[in-house]
């Protein structure tokens, strides 16, 4: 039985190769259109890309925090 199509292998490559070209395209898209910010910030050179891939890590980050606080023991439903 073949594995479904989005743990394959190919697939994943494939999608990875797609999302760096979208990200590329995105980013190359802000050197040919002039862009009105609103703050001083938010008006840079792929904005979009470094304030996605920060927050990001930064979701990632509290997470793993939250994640330690709230974890307990593999056994911790078990009736002893």
Known sequence: M??????????IRLLWIVFAC?????????????????????GTFAFNAWYGFVTCVGMVVIAKLIGRFLHRKDSYYDRD
């Not at 073949?2 to 743990?7: A, I, T």
Request: avoid cysteine; glycine fraction near 12%.
């Open 2 to 11: 073949r594995p479904h199509w989005l743990l394959r292998h190919g697939t």
């Open 22 to 42: 979208v990200l590329l395209l995105t980013v190359l898209a802000g050197l040919v259109m002039d862009v009105h910010g609103y703050f001083g910030i938010d």
